[in-house]
C-alpha cells in the first residue's frame, strides 16, 4: 500500500515524490515553474518556528511553502 499523503504532512528531514498539484491558476504554474511536478522528488529540511512556512529543496533550489499552498500537493513517501 502506497503511503499517499498531503505535502504539509510529511516529517522535516523526509523525502516525498510528488504525485498530483491541485491548485489551480497562477499559484500552480508558479510552483510547477520551481520544480514541483509530478514525480519530482521534494525534501522537507525545516519548519518555521511557528510551523507556517515550511522549507523544501526540490530539483537543486531551497524554497518555502505555507502550509495553504502544501495543502494542496499530494505525495507519496520516498524510501
Given amino acids: 500500500m502506497k503511503n499517499i499523503m498531503k505535502l504539509s504532512e510529511v516529517p522535516v528531514n523526509y523525502t516525498a515524490k510528488i504525485i498530483n498539484n491541485h491548485l489551480k491558476g497562477l499559484p500552480k504554474q508558479r510552483l510547477l515553474d520551481l520544480g514541483i511536478i509530478k514525480g519530482s522528488k521534494i525534501y522537507v529540511l525545516r519548519k518555521s518556528a511557528w510551523g507556517d512556512p515550511t522549507a ?9 511553502l505555507r502550509v495553504e499552498e502544501a495543502n494542496n500537493i499530494e ?3 520516498w524510501d
Fill in 75 to 77: 505525495v507519496e513517501l
Fill in 56 to 64: 523544501y529543496f526540490v530539483k537543486g533550489t531551497c524554497i518555502a
